[in-house]
């Protein structure tokens, strides 16, 4: 049996192979029982019958998908023949090359038939000033010496010369997380190499976007420092994340884009779509991207974590002041909040799987360009702290010691201004591998062996300047690979997740897995001499640590699910897209407050003065971020 079918429409035609003859055999078949087929003007498919869906399901309300009289129409190019449907591609698939109008999909089917299996090639529509369009054939890898014959015979034969279709090379297809080749991206590399603008992402206007949706593409393109976007593209199609968004809100702002359409680009909408709703005037009714509900469980992680750890770095200094039954308190609470470090670092991971690890081999120099850019924050916020310790050392009269290097930068933003650049290196390991999820837990268990023998083997601190801060980089609770394994099993969790293509299915995943390692860990840690209080920072704590990390994703996972409605998810959410902010100022404020009181302002006063700036600038970003991404009553 062969079939023609939809998601919104199951299977709307088809065909006994056994019983059809040569003619029949070049359809789809034909419909059946109530069904129906029909041609629309443009040469779109249309179908109807009981075995189409009413709709999709938006906030307890169908949105029909079907015309009055109950016609749907698909983007797929169709012709019947009596009842036989013949299939004639996508509507964006297809080329019309000065009047012949062929497609892209039709082509590369034909020439696959010809050529080696193993040859990695994909056909492409695009702009030509003579013909209108052409076809581009793209290859990736050796083999184009296959070519030549079988690209003559498909051209004849679909009325075509060999002037009516162009070759180029590339370093990868563009694709889609589940392997389809994204054939718009494939076309704005290619178009973009032609009109020799690869570095300019104003290349995007050219014959293939409207002005509303080469505004958009810019700002994307800018953002996310990449050379093509296609209208066709979303923002995690091309592996925006939450700095990269960050930039995106800015230049939004700056253009006067409504509220809606901002919220729209981290909904997982389209340019096309993102630009229609702007010319409507109103919001787009389409569901959100599971990408998108991924992306803010993990913001919204990231979030609680830098708040824990802000908490855990701060909670001592008021502690001092509650008495007896602050200490007390503090005692039961410090251990639950050393979560916060090795939980960030297990988001940070499975972040690199979400945002990062699909665009290597495809995008590789705007993953590098992404790399260096946050490495530059992590860089700037580093030196600050430095400074800010420099100066508390000199006015205190501290001076500079024998462990000046860690008194200045030993901090847990160091261990991220290192991995940030590094995390290519183990990306890339990790993606040639033939089992990244087994690869992954491999580099996991190698760090936290590494980290055990450098414990064993410089077991105290005799050295000064630069190498007392190696030392602590290699054995410290900071030290790279202790928090390498936790990123390493974060991005093991992120690949082992994301094979679940919906979001039920991930969260009980997630929920089930989490339980267990919750479960075996508190059994480790409880069985250990001194239990949580005196274990809470061992590797042994690992497991009831990553476990309670899952646990906390599934619930995010949930509540995004469910609509971004919640309040203190929402704040979660612009937490984490400021975290390494977030970082950056509050290591700001104790050396600060250090030397405001060495310069003989109240304890009280010197304290409260960086503290109110520091809160003071991050509510501001807070809530021009929250206003872009969450609320549609309030001008940005």
């Not at 919640?566 to 030397?595: E, T």
Request: net charge negative.
């Amino acid at each position: 049996m062969q079939h023609y079918g939809l998601t919104e429409a199951s299977r709307s035609t088809f065909l006994r192979i056994d019983l059809a003859n040569d003619d029949e055999l070049e359809t789809v078949g034909r419909p059946v029982d109530d069904g129906g087929v029909r041609i629309a003007p443009g040469g779109e498919i249309e179908v109807r019958g009981p075995h189409l869906a009413s709709g999709l399901i938006e906030n307890g309300v169908i949105r029909p998908f079907a015309d009055p009289c109950g016609w749907l129409r698909t983007n797929d190019l169709g012709q019947l023949h009596g009842d036989w449907l013949e299939y004639k591609g996508r509507v964006d698939d297809v080329a019309n090359v000065g009047g012949v109008k062929v497609s892209a999909e039709v082509v590369e089917k034909s020439i696959r038939e010809r050529v080696p299996a193993d040859v990695e090639f994909a056909v492409c529509v695009i702009p030509d000033k003579l013909r209108g369009e052409k076809l581009a054939i793209a290859f990736a890898g050796p083999g184009r010496g296959a070519f030549p014959s079988a690209i003559r015979e498909v051209a004849r034969a679909n009325g075509l010369k060999q002037v009516d279709i162009v070759e180029h090379d590339v370093d990868a297809l563009p694709r889609t997380d589940t392997g389809k080749v994204i054939r718009s991206r494939l076309a704005d590399i290619i178009v973009g190499r032609q009109i020799g603008q690869a570095a300019d992402p104003a290349f995007v206007t050219f014959d293939r976007m409207s002005a509303r949706e080469a505004e958009i593409a810019t700002i994307w393109a800018e953002a996310l420092g990449i050379e093509a976007v296609g209208r066709h593209d979303s923002f995690y199609d091309l592996g925006g994340d939450s700095l990269s968004a960050i930039g995106v809100i800015i230049k939004a702002e700056q253009l006067g884009l409504p509220p809606y359409a901002i919220q729209g680009m981290f909904s997982g909408e389209t340019i096309a779509e993102i630009a229609a709703a702007i010319d409507q005037e109103e919001p787009p009714a389409t569901a959100r991207d599971l990408r998108s509900i991924r992306a803010d469980a993990l913001n919204a992680l990231r979030g609680v974590f830098a708040l824990l750890i802000i908490l855990s770095h701060w909670g001592p200094f008021f502690v001092e002041r509650a008495g007896t039954a602050g200490a007390l308190a503090w005692s039961y609470l410090s251990p639950a909040l050393r979560i916060g470090t090795p939980g960030f670092a297990m988001i940070y991971g499975m972040g690199l799987g979400l945002f990062f690890m699909a665009q290597l081999g495809q995008n590789d120099a705007q993953v590098r360009r992404r790399m260096w850019g946050n490495t530059q924050i992590l860089l700037a916020g580093v030196a600050m702290i430095g400074a800010a310790q420099a100066w508390r050392l000199h006015i205190t009269g501290e001076g500079f010691g024998p462990v000046w290097p860690e008194q200045l930068f030993y901090q847990v933003l160091l261990f991220y201004l290192i991995m940030v650049p590094t995390s290519l290196f183990w990306l890339r390991r990790i993606v040639m591998a033939n089992d990244p999820l087994f690869a992954s837990l491999v580099l996991a268990i190698g760090s936290y062996a590494t980290y055990l023998l450098c414990s064993a083997v410089l077991p105290e601190n005799s050295y000064t300047g630069w190498s007392s801060l190696g030392w602590h980089m290699l054995v410290a609770p900071y030290a790279y690979p202790r928090l390498l394994g936790a990123t390493a099993l974060g991005l093991a969790a992120a690949i082992w997740l994301q094979r679940d293509t919906q979001a039920q299915s991930m969260i009980s995943r997630a929920a089930k897995a989490g339980s267990i390692l919750v479960g075996l860990g508190w059994v480790m840690v409880s069985s250990t001499d001194g239990g949580w209080l005196d274990n809470a920072g061992e590797l042994v704590a690992i497991p009831a640590f990553a476990g309670a990390t899952l646990l906390l994703y599934a619930g995010a996972l949930r509540i995004s699910a469910l609509g971004r409605q919640a309040l203190a998810m929402q704040v979660a959410v612009v937490c984490g897209m400021l975290a390494f902010p977030l970082f950056i100022g509050h290591g700001l404020v104790a050396p600060i407050k250090d030397s405001l009181k060495a310069s003989g302002l109240p304890t009280v006063v010197a304290m409260a003065l960086p503290i109110t700036v520091f809160l003071a600038v991050v509510l501001w970003f807070g809530l021009k971020l929250y206003r872009a991404m969450f609320s549609a009553k309030h001008p940005i």
